[in-house]
């Protein structure tokens, strides 16, 4: 299996190219063209090596969370002309990513676990236990570095810094709040527990945008609703749908994107594993079999349907 780990394509009109952690990014006249790579994430740092289908799985399930989430805040999908690519309209990014936690688990329980019980300015009761559901939903923003580590931010922070103003604000934790809602809904349909997940929202004619990936395993965390109960019980790791895994692996092999850490080797079995666990995601969050597409000349095909796409817009 090919991975398709970069692009630098070049295209009429063309005004920009941003190439994000997993994403490469092209302005095109009043588009944007993001194509999903397989480049994976953890810690803030690229991985190595690429996973094979994984850029298809995310774009894919960004796709379809885009529609079902469009009655809630308009969103910046256009097309997906390509598996792995969507196309939409350019919108100006807010600088923070909007991070919404049902349960205190991940990042946020590693901080508690250092004895803070403030996280972006929010209290976090004494006595919680890890993977344990808060009483209500609680967002944690962080600044959107283009380099370097994402940092938490508290809404007053945002606030007086004018990050955000005060009336965009307002309306981003309403949307940020729907959306985890219906997310919560439409995992519980399929027997699982949406745990945690980010938004990320830009501006258009001065109207608010839903952009950027959707309630995918890269963005959200899952835990498998029938054994959260008795697992949390035990004190037991949850079973969960996310990329999680991924960082237990490179914690478990004293890497977590400290500058003295080095990359533990990513075996070809590695990989192929971490393949298998991103369709095990799609199959149990979209509850749609999974289609792999052809991976001989993945550049190629990404480009031409990109082309046919601009030609016929």
Not at 174 to 191: C, D, I, P, V, W
């Amino acid at each position: 299996m090919k991975s398709l780990n970069s692009t630098r394509f070049s295209f009429k009109g063309q005004s920009n190219f941003y190439k994000g952690k997993v994403r490469d990014v092209y302005t095109v006249n009043d588009l944007l063209i993001m194509v999903a790579t397989d480049r994976i994430s953890a810690f803030d740092v690229v991985l190595p090596k690429g996973i094979p289908y994984k850029g298809q799985i995310l774009n894919q399930m960004a796709s379809k969370f885009l529609d079902l989430s469009s009655g809630i805040v308009p969103n910046w999908k256009i097309a997906t002309p390509d598996p792995m690519v969507t196309v939409g309209f350019y919108c100006e990014p807010f600088k923070i990513e909007m991070i919404i936690r049902g349960y205190l688990t991940g990042s946020a329980w590693r901080t508690y676990q250092k004895g803070a019980r403030t996280i972006c300015g929010i209290s976090i009761p004494e006595n919680m236990k890890e993977n344990q559901k808060f009483d209500k939903p609680i967002i944690t923003p962080t600044t959107k570095a283009e380099t370097g580590h994402d940092e938490d931010i508290s809404e007053e922070d945002i606030l007086s810094k004018g990050i955000v103003s005060p009336e965009d604000y307002e309306l981003l934790e309403k949307y940020t709040y729907s959306l985890f809602e219906q997310g919560t809904k439409y995992a519980s349909e399929r027997g699982l527990i949406l745990v945690d997940t980010k938004y990320e929202f830009g501006k258009k004619d001065g109207k608010i945008y839903l952009i950027d990936e959707v309630h995918t395993p890269d963005s959200s965390r899952y835990f498998f609703a029938d054994e959260y109960a008795q697992r949390f019980e035990k004190g037991e790791a949850q079973r969960q749908l996310s990329k999680e895994f991924v960082r237990q692996w490179l914690i478990e092999n004293n890497f977590m994107g400290r500058p003295d850490d080095k990359m533990p080797e990513m075996t070809d079995d590695f990989v192929n594993s971490v393949t298998d666990r991103y369709i095990e995601l799609y199959e149990t969050i979209t509850g749609e079999k999974f289609e792999r597409f052809d991976t001989e000349n993945i550049e190629q095909r990404v480009l031409k349907n990109i082309n046919e796409f601009l030609n016929n817009y």
